[in-house]
């Protein structure tokens, strides 16, 4: 591995990190050979991501991402574990897939909570200890881009974290904080699995993918592993939609 793409010395929290995609960046950010914290609710899950990776290098922390407090103690018990916080992957999000005529205001608050609140408030208490730089990784999604035929809240907080992204790394630019967001299209993970039985639904997805297929957990990863890396010393505000081209999509 070419010097700058190591991630070695470093430390990362990644938040989400106890299943799909959120477990394979927190594989790859290990791999490359970050300490890593690994955040989400359930312990269980935690546990069998750290003995994947191994315990030497890792820890994990049960939280409730919506909560500043909690936030605030997975930062305190990094910095106690390892010394410092060298990367944040704000990856941690849901989706409840609701119409716009029966979309609710709980399901409003819920969601743009877990998927934009979280992030503004994670990427806030961790900045704070970024002495010397670092660099933040918001998961995003095609569906903050381009429009979708449903899951209007969704969008929104999707479409919250891209323009974030940019403010962040306009305001924490001069710190040398790096700000980049990810944006996936379809992968495959334990829940998409279930929609990929649809073959229709599957067809409907590839039918705008210019690549013709899904993707595969390590694709996504890999763009953290290089945004958390010095090889991108010099990319802030920017958002890579790791998508097989979705985003592209014209008349064909």
Not at 79 to 97: C, H, P, T, W
Not at 126 to 147: F, P
Not at 231 to 246: E, R
Request: proline residues 2%; neutral net charge; aromatic residues 6%.
């Amino acid at each position: 591995m070419l010097k700058s793409f190591s991630l070695e010395g470093k430390t990362a929290i990644v938040t989400g990190a106890g299943k799909g995609i959120g477990r394979a960046i927190a594989l790859a950010v290990a791999e490359a050979g970050a300490n890593v914290m690994l955040v989400a609710r359930t312990e269980k899950d935690l546990q069998q991501v750290q003995q994947e990776i191994g315990n030497d290098r890792t820890s994990f922390c049960v939280a409730d991402i919506t909560d500043r407090k909690q936030i605030q103690n997975v930062v305190e018990k990094t910095i106690e574990q390892f010394g410092k916080i060298d990367v944040l992957v704000n990856n941690a999000g849901m989706n409840i897939r609701s119409s716009l005529a029966n979309a609710t205001d709980v399901e409003w608050h819920k969601i743009m909570d877990t998927n934009a609140q979280s992030v503004f408030m994670f990427s806030q208490e961790v900045a704070k200890k970024m002495n010397g730089g670092g660099s933040i990784i918001n998961i995003s999604s095609v569906g903050g881009e381009r429009a979708l035929k449903t899951g209007i809240i969704y969008a929104a907080s999707k479409a919250a974290i891209i323009q974030m992204t940019k403010v962040m790394a306009m305001e924490w630019g001069p710190s040398n904080i790096r700000v980049n967001a990810i944006g996936p299209w379809y992968f495959r993970t334990p829940l998409t699995e279930k929609l990929f039985n649809d073959q229709e639904y599957l067809n409907s997805i590839l039918a705008v993918t210019p690549m013709k297929r899904v993707g595969e957990l390590p694709e996504v990863a890999s763009p953290v592993v290089f945004l958390a890396s010095d090889a991108a010393s010099y990319i802030t505000g920017q958002t890579l939609f790791v998508d097989g081209g979705m985003t592209i999509h014209g008349f064909s």
